[in-house]
């Protein structure tokens, strides 16, 4: 198991988000194409017995250092499920999940799903993170974008979210959470499952 990001206290949340940073940026290139494809096997085996068979499960087109859901999602499509990815119409929109897979450019340079594609409602939402906490709270890149996104679905009815991330995105320290943050119910790393438990 790989060690935590020692994170010295008190510190704010952007000199958070700034060390770990690049404490996944230095992780992620570390890896060679075999050990990360290992490694993403492994958060794949963790998060597969935790979907409910026939779940709308929405992940994320990944940026360069993020652990890459598309594994999961790709077996998720082999059973039959019904997947989705993150869309936007335009950088201040809120953003929406639409039918994988994702073939356009969207405003922030990442694979985003075409513009025709069927919008939905995910039951669960695969939450990339910048880094998290034992209690489930993440830190993001600071656009707010699933916490926005997550607010509005969850205004339509249960929504489940799993982060997903490296096992060195882990902090020693709590996330110094803002009112408006939403905690994940559950985080994934290859090394181990964490359920939040006053889910």
Same mark, same amino acid.
């Given at each position: 198991?790989?060690?935590?990001?020692?994170?010295?206290?008190? &510190?704010?949340?952007?000199?958070?988000?700034?060390?770990?940073?690049?404490?996944?940026?230095?992780?992620?290139?570390?890896?060679?194409?075999?050990?990360?494809?290992?490694?993403?096997?492994?958060?794949?085996?963790?998060?597969?017995?935790?979907?409910?068979?026939?779940?709308?499960?929405?992940?994320?087109?990944?940026?360069?250092?993020?652990?890459?859901?598309?594994?999961?999602?790709?077996?998720?499509?082999?059973?039959?499920?019904?997947?989705?990815?993150?869309?936007?119409?335009?950088?201040?929109? &809120?953003?929406?999940?639409?039918?994988?897979?994702?073939?356009?450019?969207?405003?922030?340079?990442?694979?985003?799903?075409?513009?025709?594609?069927?919008? &939905?409602?995910?039951?669960? &939402?695969?939450?990339?993170?910048?880094?998290?906490?034992?209690?489930?709270?993440?830190?993001?890149?600071?656009?707010?974008?699933?916490?926005?996104?997550?607010?509005?679905?969850?205004?339509?009815?249960?929504?489940?979210?799993?982060?997903?991330?490296?096992?060195?995105?882990?902090?020693?320290?709590?996330?110094?959470?803002?009112?408006?943050?939403?905690?994940?119910?559950?985080?994934?790393?290859?090394?181990?499952?964490?359920?939040?438990?006053?889910?």
């Amino acid at each position: 198991m790989h060690t935590a990001t020692a994170v010295p206290s008190p &510190v704010t949340k952007p000199e958070l988000r700034a060390r770990a940073l690049q404490v996944r940026r230095g992780y992620a290139r570390s890896l060679d194409a075999e050990l990360r494809d290992a490694l993403e096997r492994q958060l794949m085996a963790r998060v597969l017995p935790h979907v409910p068979f026939g779940a709308v499960v929405a992940g994320y087109s990944p940026l360069k250092d993020e652990i890459d859901p598309l594994p999961i999602l790709g077996a998720l499509d082999a059973r039959g499920h019904f997947t989705a990815l993150p869309w936007f119409a335009d950088r201040d929109a &809120v953003m929406i999940f639409r039918r994988a897979p994702a073939d356009e450019v969207g405003p922030w340079g990442v694979l985003q799903p075409a513009s025709d594609a069927s919008a &939905v409602q995910p039951e669960i &939402v695969l939450v990339p993170l910048v880094a998290f906490d034992i209690t489930c709270n993440r830190i993001g890149h600071g656009k707010g974008h699933y916490d926005r996104a997550l607010a509005t679905l969850r205004h339509a009815g249960p929504v489940r979210t799993i982060g997903l991330a490296w096992e060195v995105q882990a902090l020693r320290a709590a996330v110094p959470a803002d009112p408006w943050d939403i905690p994940l119910d559950a985080i994934a790393t290859p090394d181990r499952w964490i359920e939040r438990t006053d889910a």
